[in-house]
């Protein structure tokens, strides 16, 4: 069930770079492209840049969304599979705490 969902995050994940890479900062954009004949554009320049705003935000809560639902998805081991971590730390050497003692002769500015 996870490859699934994994596959649409990298599709949705794909059009929504390119939806952003279509659009242009300064409003220009995908709507510019078409000419520059005024009200002879197809669709119109505002009609342009709300079809792209709603699917950039459509793709963006898309995404969110089977982010999350790809947490469920994912298989989760049992007790049964669960590895032994009991003994993990067996034959690691440590070392001793450094000591935090400071020389007499060190001056102190406040007496």
Do not use: C, H
Not at 23 to 36: A, C, D, H, R
Not at 62 to 86: T, V
């Amino acid at each position: 069930m996870y490859l699934p969902i994994l596959i649409l995050i990298i599709i949705v994940a794909i059009a929504l770079i390119l939806i952003v890479m279509v659009q242009n900062p300064k409003g220009g954009g995908l709507s510019s492209s078409f000419g520059g004949g005024g009200g002879m554009n197809i669709g119109g320049v505002q009609n342009t840049n709300n079809f792209l705003d709603r699917t950039t935000w459509t793709l963006a809560i898309a995404m969110f969304a089977l982010i999350l639902l790809s947490n469920f998805a994912i298989e989760r081991g049992n007790s049964n599979n669960a590895p032994d971590l009991n003994n993990t730390l067996d034959g690691v050497e440590t070392t001793a705490p450094a000591t935090t003692t400071t020389p007499d002769n060190t001056k102190d500015s406040v007496q």
